[in-house]
């Protein structure tokens, strides 16, 4: 399988806790991951691993078969330097739990400006792109609000827009619903859907929205304590779980609810 | 109190012009803070360490010790190492050097402030270094922080009279002079001080008003 | 830098003038610092009044024009001071007036809560500020009082120009007789630096002196 992300032996210590202990994952091209799992077990630290938020300890990540964290020089291999990880991180985009728009940019200009200032493509061009993406998020009559002025859903619409505008072949989800309140999920959901369905991105997608991630994942990956407990299927993972904290950890999901 | 009002007001032109160098040097000098203060606080954050240390020496040799000496420095030694440079120059340099190390703490609580989400964001989004700073770091960092930078503009001229020590005729010196040609203190002296406490008082007053409009 | 080293006894002598005139307007500065900032939240109109002018005035005018002022005015009223006292009053009154808005300021940020118990455990006016504010007040306010008092340190160095012999003034006339400038200048700036941060780590032990028990939000 020609995977386009795979993590070998990634292993990520904060001081003293293990965050991700030895986690081996490969993720196909076009391939849609939802990524489950207790706090603290680890989730969003694979994530950052990738869009090189955080270092890793130990194991390495391939992207498009390319090394993230290490590089060639000189016959020898060393330690990723600024210029490679730049190159590499314009495969990658992420979509943050708390948005992180820029507060002192409207919606167009959150979307336009790495395009124009990033990849250097011309004021007008990248409005234009920055309009199509909007539009496509539903927001084409908020083009030039500012994001306080925005609802949550909106903002992390608007967020998405961001992220897509600068083309990425990998997309990153952070829990992008865990600060909406509860009705402003769907509508954000609502593009996450349509995305999978009508582009070959690849997505992986940190959720705690079960039945989301069971309706457009291709695969489902469990993680507990830093390590993959069990991956598969959406129908098989989440009706026969063959692991026994899988099993634990959805139960006391579908409790809570 | 003995006050010769003639006198005072026949002392006031000579006054007024050296007011002028005064507010000349104020703003140069501010000048020089203000964009060498940044300069300091990005450097600070930088992650070599070669560049980290030497500025924060710097910075906290230059915050502690008088004005007055590094104003000395300037115009004393630097002649001895070839470069000669003009009083008001000196003063320039000297003032806005001292009060770029206040700045720069001013600039870094700015920066300090900015969400780490922000910074996160803008990694994502690839931004190099150079535009993370300019397009969205600096522009959420300096607005609330620009009363303080004002503050800091009204200290150093109050502070432009130690200028007098390297012989720049600012206002406080003239007066100096003015009081030292008749033996008469007490007008040129008083008219000075208040001229200093008016113009305090309107800054203090059109910053407040700028606090305000900012904080919108 | 032998010229250094024969030469002192002169620039000693110069640092322990500037620690006296620092440790003595010290003195007066926290003296009025209270004073006004403590005036500055009086329930009598008039007395706030008082204290904002003072406050306004003495943080408005420059330090040395205030300085030259008492030492060449004061005279032709009749009022002859040694130039030691001049400087001393001439820091109290204006540095004072920077104390007065820390002061005030501390008191302030005391958590209105801690006013209110007092009030209902019937405390006394006074009793209230003793007991509960200042002592509460006094951790805020250290911070603050340190770099005031390091400013008061470098202020010392303006008494030079008044005729008083302190450290800057015989680093000067050294300079003159000597042409030494580097040596003489650098050695001045690394003593400054060095009594600087004396004052700072004194301030440090205070603060942690005054922290203990008092730990805001930290759970052991």
Redesign the interface.
């Known amino acids: 399988m020609n995977s386009i992300v795979r993590f070998c032996n990634v292993t990520k210590t904060f001081g003293k806790l293990v965050v991700l202990d030895s986690v081996n994952l490969d993720i196909a091209e076009g391939e849609k991951v939802a990524v489950i799992g207790a706090s603290g077990s680890g989730k969003s630290t694979l994530l950052r691993t990738l869009?090189?938020?955080e270092t890793v300890n130990g194991g390495e990540i391939e992207v498009e078969g390319e090394p993230l964290w290490h590089m060639r020089r000189n016959d020898k291999v060393v330690s990723a330097d600024e210029a490679h990880l730049?190159r590499m991180?314009?495969k990658?985009?992420?979509v943050?739990q708390?948005?992180?728009?820029?507060?002192?940019m409207t919606a167009l200009r959150n979307v336009y400006?790495?395009v124009m200032?990033?990849l250097g493509i011309g004021k007008e061009k990248a409005i234009e792109r920055a309009v199509e993406l909007l539009t496509m998020v539903g927001l084409e009559d908020k083009l030039n609000a500012f994001p306080a002025q925005l609802s949550g859903g909106q903002q992390q619409r608007v967020?998405i827009a961001?992220?897509l505008a600068?083309r990425p072949r990998i997309m990153l989800f952070d829990e992008i619903t865990s600060a909406l309140d509860p009705e402003l999920v769907g509508e954000v959901l609502n593009v996450i859907r349509k995305l999978a369905h009508e582009h070959d991105l690849t997505m992986i997608i940190v959720t705690h929205e079960m039945r989301f991630a069971r309706e457009i994942a291709d695969r489902v990956v469990f993680l507990d304590g830093g390590r993959i407990a069990e991956q598969g299927e959406p129908s098989q993972l989440f009706e026969n779980p063959l692991n026994e904290r899988t099993r634990v950890f959805l139960r006391s999901v579908l409790e809570a609810r | 109190?003995?006050f010769d009002w003639d006198f005072a007001k026949s002392i006031l032109p000579r006054l007024a012009e050296a007011s002028i160098i005064t507010v000349q040097a104020t703003v140069c000098a501010f000048a020089v803070a203000a964009v060498l203060g940044l300069m300091l606080a990005i450097g600070r954050r930088s992650q070599y360490r070669e560049i980290r240390f030497p500025i924060i020496g710097f910075v906290?040799?230059i915050r502690?010790?008088?004005?007055?000496?590094?104003l000395?420095?300037l115009f004393?030694?630097l002649p001895?190492?070839g470069v000669t440079l003009p009083p008001f120059t000196s003063g320039v340099i000297g003032l806005g050097l001292h009060y770029s190390t206040y700045t720069s703490e001013v600039y870094r609580a700015g920066i300090e402030s900015v969400?780490k989400?922000?910074w996160?964001?803008a990694?994502?989004?690839?931004?190099?270094r150079y535009?993370m700073f300019r397009?969205?770091i600096l522009?959420?960092a300096i607005p609330p922080v620009i009363p303080a930078l004002g503050n800091y503009l009204i200290s150093m001229?109050?502070?432009?009279?130690?200028l007098a020590?390297i012989t720049v005729m600012e206002l406080?010196h003239t007066a100096?002079v003015i009081?030292s040609e008749r033996f008469l203190?007490?007008e040129p002296?008083?008219l000075?001080?208040l001229i200093?406490?008016g113009v305090?008082?309107i800054s203090?007053f059109f910053l407040r008003y700028l606090e305000r409009r900012l904080a919108r | 830098m032998s010229v250094i080293y024969e030469a002192r006894y002169i620039l000693l002598d110069g640092m322990l003038v500037t620690i006296k005139i620092t440790i003595l307007s010290a003195i007066v500065v926290y003296f009025m610092a209270f004073i006004a900032g403590l005036a500055a939240i009086s329930r009598f109109r008039v007395v706030r009044v008082m204290a904002l002018l003072y406050t306004?005035?003495f943080?408005?005018?420059?330090?040395?024009?205030?300085l030259?002022?008492l030492f060449?005015?004061l005279p032709?009223?009749g009022i002859n001071l040694q130039p030691l006292v001049t400087a001393i009053i001439g820091f109290g009154l204006c540095l004072g007036a920077y104390g007065a808005e820390i002061v005030r300021g501390a008191i302030l940020a005391v958590p209105r809560g801690q006013i209110e118990a007092a009030i209902a455990l019937n405390f006394t006016r006074f009793q209230r500020m003793r007991k509960v504010i200042l002592p509460q007040a006094i951790q805020a306010m250290l911070p603050p009082f340190g770099n005031l008092t390091?400013e008061l340190?470098?202020?010392?160095?303006?008494v030079?120009?008044i005729t008083i012999q302190d450290l800057?003034f015989r680093?000067?006339t050294l300079?003159l007789t000597t042409m030494r400038?580097?040596e003489v200048?650098t050695v001045?700036?690394v003593v400054?630096?060095v009594l600087?941060?004396c004052i700072?780590l004194a301030f440090k032990w205070l603060e942690r002196r005054a922290g203990v028990g008092m730990e805001r939000g930290v759970i052991r």
Not at chain 1, 98 to 104: G, K, S, T
Not at chain 2, 64 to 70: A, D, R, Y
């Open positions: 869009m090189t938020l730049r991180r314009t990658i985009g992420m943050f708390q948005f992180n728009l820029f507060p002192h400006d790495p200032t990033v967020a961001r992220a600068m | 109190m003995p906290e040799v502690s010790t008088p004005l007055l000496i590094q000395y420095f004393f030694v001895h190492v969400p989400g922000q996160e964001a990694l994502a989004l690839n931004y190099s535009h397009r969205v522009p959420q001229f109050k502070d432009t009279p130690l020590a406080m100096n009081a203190y007490v002296m008083t000075v001080g200093f406490l305090s008082v203090v | 306004e005035f943080r408005g005018v420059s330090l040395l024009v205030q030259f002022w060449f005015v032709f009223l390091i340190l470098k202020a010392t160095a303006l030079s120009l800057t680093a000067h300079t400038t580097i200048f001045v700036l400054y630096f600087a941060m700072s």
